[in-house]
């Protein structure tokens, strides 16, 4: 196989590695808690430890798809997973003392500029958590027991002019004419919040971005993150969840020094058509000759391939 390509291979797998860690990572029910109890305003009132007792045990892992059995997806023009869209981590947060149950997404989202408003597609994954709750958790037309959907988007390496941030956006009412009497729990009933993170940037006296900085560092070592982690946050990291921290270091370590090779391989290419260039132009005002270009080469073949292109 060629060697580029082999490479290559080796660099997406451990960038799929990667995405799975993170991903185990933020199924934590404690780092789940910390997330609910900045971002969601119906469980502000409990304790980090209240909030990850409501969460149901079955958090799903990219295993609950976006779009299943949609028309228009041609089933026989369609490659082998490639239109198969899953949701990160989907789960339930049940409280009991309020009767209240919520539908829950997050996504990690390592491209701040993926082509898209991230609002936006959040604002799909909001609208198939409800349209799926049809026959599962309503039947029509009892519509007043449908449920409220979060999609929470980690996104992380966030330019600089943002930084760390968190925006939410959700329903609001707004009377033109005359008022509508009317509960709020009515059309409160889907909400996208986005966290922001950028591990350079000023450090938040922040509980929650300081938490995710930390446990999705790039810069800090294992031991570094762990003591904090415990410290700070009360999370053990002697069980899986830190085993899952450990893989993610050593994976970004990998990631940064493939990085790294590569950007040196570019920069030897960089240099070597500067010289080209610099040698072509020498030739050309008659300064040097051919035969000199040649000696000043280490590549005499490619140098010529790379004049017979100029001409």
Request: charged share 25%; aromatic share 8%; hydrophobic share 35%.
């Amino acid at each position: 196989m060629d060697t580029k390509l082999k490479r290559d291979l080796r660099n997406a797998d451990s960038n799929s590695q990667y995405d799975q860690h993170a991903k185990n990572v933020l199924s934590n029910k404690k780092i789940l808690a910390h997330i609910l109890h900045r971002v969601v305003h119906e469980l502000s009132d409990l304790t980090i430890d209240e909030i990850e007792h409501c969460i149901d045990d079955g958090v799903s892992v990219g295993e609950t798809e976006l779009m299943p059995n949609i028309v228009g997806l041609q089933q026989e023009d369609r490659v082998a997973g490639e239109d198969v869209v899953y949701f990160d981590l989907r789960f339930v947060v049940i409280r009991d003392d309020k009767q209240l149950k919520i539908l829950f997404d997050v996504e990690a989202q390592k491209n701040y500029y993926p082509g898209y408003h991230i609002v936006t597609r959040g604002i799909l994954y909001c609208s198939r958590m409800l349209s799926a709750q049809v026959a599962t958790e309503f039947q029509i037309p009892k519509y007043d027991d449908l449920k409220k959907v979060y999609s929470i988007w980690l996104c992380f390496n966030s330019p600089k002019k943002v930084g760390n941030a968190i925006s939410r956006y959700f329903l609001q009412k707004e009377d033109i004419l005359g008022h509508i009497e009317l509960n709020p729990s009515a059309y409160d009933k889907l909400e996208i919040v986005q966290i922001c993170l950028n591990e350079n940037a000023y450090e938040h006296e922040d509980e929650l971005i300081r938490l995710l900085n930390t446990v999705f560092s790039t810069r800090k070592s294992f031991n570094e993150i762990e003591t904090i982690v415990e410290s700070e946050y009360n999370i053990p990291m002697n069980d899986s969840f830190g085993e899952e921290v450990q893989q993610m270091c050593n994976l970004s370590e990998g990631i940064e020094q493939k990085g790294i090779e590569k950007g040196i391989q570019l920069g030897i290419q960089q240099g070597i058509l500067t010289g080209y260039q610099s040698l072509h132009h020498l030739m050309q005002a008659k300064v040097i000759t051919l035969d000199q270009a040649l000696d000043a080469v280490e590549n005499k073949d490619d140098f010529k391939k790379w004049l017979s292109l100029q001409k």
